[in-house]
């Protein structure tokens, strides 16, 4: 399967653009500065903040996790260090599950532009 996308990739990259362009717009890029095309991703939901959101939610949840778990320590210890030890691990596991899906955006987008 991955000899078949390797195949296009080379087929697509061989093959010129029509109208006799190389298919590189290089004053399409030289007339745009790289803050316009920030915004412009960022306005049209191109460019992704919630991995960065994510992250932070994250490192919040663990801090939260290890303050139950402190407090929990008064009740009961063992439920305590239990909670400790894998309330941050299930939190990574879950926070991962939900970048995922934008690690495969990206991935199937930057497939899309080597195509073009």
Known sequence: MDDNIDDLLEIKQKSPAPGGNDGLNSSDNKSQSPDSNSLNDFVSFRLMITPVLIKIIFWFGVAGFIIAGLLSLRRSFWTGLVFIILSPLVWRILCE???????INETLTEIKNKIK
Request: charged fraction near 15%; avoid cysteine.
């Open 97 to 103: 599950q939900i970048i995922l899906f934008f690690r």
